[in-house]
């Protein structure tokens, strides 16, 4: 079974588009979150939810939305993709704020 | 405010060598620490994990660190590497609100 699962895995779209990317987890978790890793590795959390209540938003365009419809689920909505969105999106999820996460396999969007 | 340094962008180690990693974290309280490994085209898999009580904490594969509150360190080490091995290796310090990453290191094992 997988824990923390994401779809798509890949996502090749043009600038101007609007994409969503969905996760769920399996663990029972209260919190999760979407990271954003770049092409040098860096890992930025962008978003996370405790028990569908958004706690983290970290300097995000908000052409960047996350939605948590419940405490299993946190989908990313991106609107007006532009070039620089390019990354692998991460989602993850943890027992609460204070515990380890546990990460997705990623999602590769690139855009064009 | 936390943060995490990771000394060496890049390592490379024989196989059967010592593997070290260094970080270095700055937390206004109390840390929790923890050691995420990525493999190629993966998500990030936890290696080990402090937060209270014992300061050497062993993980998987072998890994095990050590938390110096005076150094504010947690490096990782295993005692003999392995072509497995290679990746790319994170360290995170949480305030117990989020988790903060290094830039990470790569691990190239040589045969």
């Known amino acids: 079974d997988t824990a923390v699962s994401q779809t798509p895995k890949y996502l090749v779209t043009q600038m101007g588009n609007d994409k969503s990317i969905k996760c769920e987890q399996n663990l029972g978790h209260d919190t999760m979150y979407w990271y954003k890793q770049d092409s040098k590795k860096f890992l930025k959390i962008m978003f996370s939810y405790n028990n569908k209540e958004l706690i983290i938003n970290e300097t995000v365009p908000n052409r960047f939305s996350p939605k948590s419809p419940d405490k299993a689920h946190l989908n990313l909505h991106i609107n007006s993709l532009e070039l620089g969105d390019s990354a692998v999106y991460f989602c993850a999820s943890s027992r609460n704020r204070a515990y380890e996460q546990y990460f997705g396999p990623g999602t590769r969007l690139t855009v064009t | 405010a936390q943060s995490v340094t990771q000394l060496g962008s890049h390592v490379s180690v024989s196989e059967g060598a010592l593997v070290l990693l260094r970080c270095n974290y700055s937390s206004s309280v109390p840390p929790y620490l923890f050691w995420y490994v990525q493999y190629p085209n993966q998500g990030l898999q936890l290696l080990l994990k402090y937060t209270t009580g014992a300061t050497l904490v062993k993980g998987i594969n072998g890994f095990e660190a050590e938390f110096k509150k005076s150094e504010t360190s947690f490096h990782l080490t295993k005692p003999s590497a392995h072509m497995s091995d290679a990746a790319e290796y994170f360290c995170?310090?949480?305030?117990?609100?989020?988790?903060?990453f290094g830039a990470g290191t790569t691990v190239t094992v040589r045969a």
């Open positions: 995170a310090v949480s305030d117990q609100n989020k988790l903060s």
